[in-house]
């Protein structure tokens, strides 16, 4: 005869288990899992579309980061979700993503503008891959199922709302005055020393046509009489700078 010690024990750990197989056996429908996928990859691709077209290429004009922010967002949410779903785990995906990245960036210089989209926008592609959508109904029940909860799909809209807001703010030209930098290379190298520094500036804005704030003295070729200068000036509204700081024609890309 089984004591009745043994016999509370075993119940509870049969129900753990009970409970266990119950949960695991819980599976989503295609239906459902498509339509979360679906779900995921529009609003991924809307939130993205809108950072890009009215917020980064309105002032950049750069085509090129658009195609990459584009492609890149969708792909990370891809990978994301088909990850999260198995046992490789989220942190091999970003692994492989950093490592894409290196092997694709290590050879050119990105802004610092465009590295902050690029962050920003692998950020919300983490956010809908991950975040939760379907919830667990009946799991102690007999018959638990997956359905849509409206609740988590509602808080993952407003993170990729808030997200763009914070955007918006940043980029309004009402908040902050939008600055570019020119790489000029200087003939008049009398004027680099720290007494005639006024002189310098009136000579630069005379030459560009630009109202210079503040500039920086570079490399210094005395054989050549040349220096380099990095000027900063405020762009006007709608101006784009973004090849001010390229010095050679093969490095443009339109």
Request: charged share 20%; aromatic share 12%; hydrophobic share 45%.
């Amino acid at each position: 005869m089984i004591p009745l010690q043994e016999l509370g024990e075993y119940s509870l750990a049969d129900e753990e288990l009970l409970d266990v197989q119950t949960i695991t056996d819980a599976m989503m429908t295609t239906g459902q899992s498509l339509t979360e996928l679906f779900i995921r990859f529009f609003l991924n691709l809307i939130v993205c579309w809108i950072l890009v077209q009215f917020f980064y290429y309105r002032k950049s004009r750069r085509r090129d980061y658009y195609f990459t922010f584009m492609i890149f967002s969708s792909a990370m949410l891809m990978l994301l979700y088909i990850m999260g779903n198995v046992e490789v785990g989220v942190g091999l995906t970003l692994g492989l993503f950093a490592i894409f990245g290196v092997i694709r960036y290590r050879t050119e210089t990105v802004p610092v503008r465009e590295m902050t989209y690029l962050f920003i926008i692998i950020a919300l592609a983490a956010v809908n891959g991950l975040a939760p959508i379907y919830r667990l109904v009946g799991a102690t029940g007999n018959n638990p199922h997956y359905e849509l909860s409206l609740g988590s799909t509602l808080v993952t809209i407003i993170s990729n709302a808030l997200i763009v807001g914070l955007v918006w703010i940043l980029e309004s030209e009402k908040l902050l005055k939008h600055t570019s930098t020119k790489l000029v290379l200087y003939d008049r190298i009398e004027l680099i020393v720290p007494e005639r520094r006024e002189e310098l500036k009136a000579d630069l804005e005379k030459r560009l046509g630009l109202k210079v704030e503040n500039l920086e003295i570079g490399h210094v070729d005395f054989l050549k009489d040349t220096a380099f200068i990095k000027v900063f000036y405020t762009l006007e509204k709608g101006q784009t700078g973004s090849i001010d700081t390229l010095l050679k024609a093969k490095n443009y890309v339109s």
